[in-house]
Every structure is written in C-alpha cells, then in structure tokens.
C-alpha cells in the first residue's frame, strides 16, 4: 500500500525542427514553477525503502550498514493508513544529518473506481476533483512544511490502483493529479505521483501531452517484478519523464535485518527529486560574516552573521574564491555566504550532504529541446533535453536571441539550453531565484 510514480523520456529532433515545435511555456502540459528566494530542489540515485510507518531513529542509525541511502514517509493524507509517532521536525532534521535523503508521500482521496472501497475518493464531478487536488496540495505543503522541509521539495501523490475502463473515474484521476501539479508549482514544490505501473501509470502517460493536464515531474511506479530498471517500463516510452524523474517500487512488503534491526519494508530504485532540508552549520569567523544576494563577492551586503552564529543551509553553488574555496552557500533565506568561514566538513570544496543548488522545470519542446556547449545556436550540439524532461538549471546568462528572449540556462551537466524552451516564469527575462552565471 506504499505507492510513488516516476517515468523516462527521450527524443531527437535537429535544431531547427525544435525551436518550431515547441508550445508556449505557460500552458499544459507543461507549468511553470515560482520557487520562492529560499527554494533549491534536491534529487537522489540509489536504492530507497518505504515503510508504513516511520522508523524509529536508532533502526535507521543501524541501517547505515544497509544499500539504501533514501525513505520513502508518509507526510499527510486522509486514507494514510499508519500512525506516525516517529515522524517529527527533529526526526526529519536528524536523519538528514545522516545523510538520508526522503521521500515525502500524501495518501490522500483515493479513485472513485478504485483502491479499498473504505477509502476517502476523489469526487466524479471534475470541478470538485480539481478543487480537491488543489487542497490536496495546501495539505501536504502544510505537513511538509512542519517537518521541516522546504519549497524545492518533491511531494509524492499516492494514487492506488482503478478500474482503467471507466472513463469518467479517469477524467476524474487526472483532473485531481493535474490541480495538484499546478498547485504545487504555484507556490515553489515540485510534483510527483505514485501509481501502479498497469492500473493507473499508464492513463496518465496516455496524457503525457495533453493539452487538459498539467504534467507532473517525477513518476514513481509500483510493479512487484523483481526488476529495478528505470526503463523499459510497459506501456510507458523510455522518451517520457527521463531527466532524473522516474522512481520504481519493484518488491512489497517482506522483512529485511541491518545492524541488528528488522523492518518490514518495500524496495524501490530511485532518480528523482526528493525532499530538501536545511542543514545547521556555525560560522567560524571571528567578524561578521557578510550575506550577500547572490554567490559572490560583488553581489551587495543583505545581512550580517556574528561569530558562531548557526546558519541554515539549503545547498551549495560555485562563485567568487576566497580564501581556499570558490563553494558559495544559499541559506534557507536565499541569501548567500561564502563556504571560507562556515563550519562545513570541506574547506576546498563541497560537503556532502548539502546538495548543488538546482531548479528543475520541464522542457516544452515537442520534439526535444538541443542541448549546447555554450548559450547560443552557434555552440555545439552535446545532447537533447526530451520534451517534458526535467532541465536542472543551476544558472542563467545572456547568449544569442531564440524567439522572445536571449537567456540561456546552464544545466546541471554543464551543457546550455535556450529558456525559450523551457517553463521557466519568464518568456523574457531571467527568472529567480536562478542566479546569474
């Protein structure tokens, strides 16, 4: 009963078929994000587990000695079916400190077609379903928030299986999920939905560009085969949700012992998004530190931090050197301090478990959207973002004009793609808190 959804994509056009196939960035299926100054997105690779209800924090101490690096937590929802009695800020806070990553769940109406019949369900009526997916979304932000997790955040709308016949219990589905997607995105999170791979997965890739949703950002599938592969899916192309956004729960409940503590626990493989945090480290300067708007010394002075002073930080990004490292911090305020004078693990480089500030929004070129070595036409191919895919932005910086604007995003891989082409707020401009290369 621990469901997520994720799904891959890919797709090749030439440069000049892309650019004249790509729809506007407002629309479905694609939705922009606002991701408030704070907001960084966090995404994990590897082996997770779900369980019904949150471990104890000594049983994920002891499975430290485990493969799984991720858990999957049931934050909200009205048919979660666990108490929670382990599952508070402090707990959240500490198991990231182990460097945990988690994957945040809302159990919430179920299909009116589908799931346990006891089972709260989302209305036939498409105007309530849409209103009900919206609050769905307030609900888990809401939980989310008190965890202590922050915009960025994947949140994971758990849709048990349904009847894939019905017709009207599926307009009601999809109605649900996309107020949910645009819900999310209106105010700085990010998207996802478990489903079973057969009796719901495949509706709503049938919908993958539908013009009636809004498309989520990360897919989490269950499918009791045995197989961990993030492709190969049935029914749903290796083209649809391929950048860091499919999640598989691909064994269900059994027992597993690590350090000594059993847990009843369901498998899944992950490349995903999942939760951010802030991580509390102390400034080890003996004057004010400087916190600046952007990640380097020629941004202006926001704030000062006196000696010792905790600071929280949310991920860390390159910028101007000083002293024996050019890492920058982002506080969970979204100002800056440079890494020189903070009590992270490195002095030269970046600290795990703080991820590398990103800002994932999809792609709206129908066809794939080229990726380049540099922010113009001019530079070379290197690759192709698929239409829908995630582009994981860690910057933005003026290049050659394509349509309406002449802002280039760098992705997290290094290449540059046009922001023409890519539902970011701004068909125009730049678009923050995305700083500036």
């Not at 993030?230 to 350090?259: C, F, M, P």
């Amino acid at each position: 009963m621990r469901r997520l959804l994720a799904v891959s994509a890919s797709c090749v056009l030439g440069p000049a078929a892309v650019l004249a196939a790509a729809p506007t960035a407002s629309a479905e299926p694609t939705t922009p994000v606002t991701y408030p100054a704070g907001a960084t997105a966090t995404r994990h690779s590897g082996l997770a587990f779900d369980t019904c209800t949150a471990p104890p924090l000594s049983s994920i101490r002891a499975w430290n000695a485990s493969p799984y690096r991720a858990v999957g937590v049931y934050v909200s929802g009205v048919n979660r079916t666990c108490s929670q009695p382990e599952l508070t800020a402090s707990w959240v806070a500490s198991v990231s400190q182990l460097r945990w990553r988690l994957l945040p769940i809302h159990k919430g109406l179920q299909p009116p077609c589908g799931a346990r019949p006891s089972d709260a369900k989302i209305s036939r009526t498409l105007s309530t379903a849409r209103s009900q997916g919206t609050a769905a979304a307030t609900q888990a932000i809401s939980a989310a928030k008190a965890l202590g997790m922050l915009p960025g955040s994947a949140l994971y709308n758990d849709i048990e299986h349904y009847d894939q016949t019905d017709t009207g219990c599926r307009n009601a589905v999809l109605t649900y999920l996309s107020a949910w997607t645009k819900e999310l995105h209106h105010v700085g999170w990010v998207s996802g939905v478990y489903m079973n791979l057969n009796l719901g997965a495949k509706q709503l890739s049938d919908a993958y560009t539908s013009t009636t949703y809004a498309r989520p950002d990360a897919l989490w599938i269950a499918r009791y085969d045995g197989l961990d592969s993030l492709k190969g899916w049935a029914n749903i192309a290796d083209s649809k949700w391929a950048r860091h956004q499919r999640v598989k729960q691909y064994r269900g409940s059994h027992d597993e012992t690590y350090g000594g503590v059993k847990l009843n626990i369901d498998n899944d493989r992950l490349d995903a998004p999942v939760a951010t945090v802030a991580y509390s480290y102390k400034v080890t300067s003996t004057t004010p530190l400087n916190a600046r708007t952007g990640p380097g010394t020629g941004y202006p002075v926001a704030s000062t931090y006196a000696p010792g002073a905790t600071l929280r930080v949310v991920c860390q990004t390159p910028g101007t050197k000083v002293g024996t490292t050019s890492v920058w911090n982002k506080l969970s305020n979204g100002r800056y301090v440079t890494d020189h004078y903070v009590s992270t693990p490195s002095s030269t480089g970046y600290s795990a478990p703080l991820p590398r500030c990103t800002y994932p929004y999809q792609a709206t070129a129908a066809g794939g959207l080229t990726e380049r070595s540099g922010p113009g036409n001019g530079y070379a191919a290197v690759g192709t973002l698929p239409n829908g895919g995630l582009a994981w932005i860690t910057c933005q910086r003026p290049g050659t004009t394509v349509g309406t604007t002449a802002v280039w995003n760098r992705l997290d891989n290094g290449h540059y793609v046009s922001d023409r082409y890519v539902a970011t707020p701004s068909s125009t401009s730049y678009s923050r808190p995305i700083p500036r290369c």
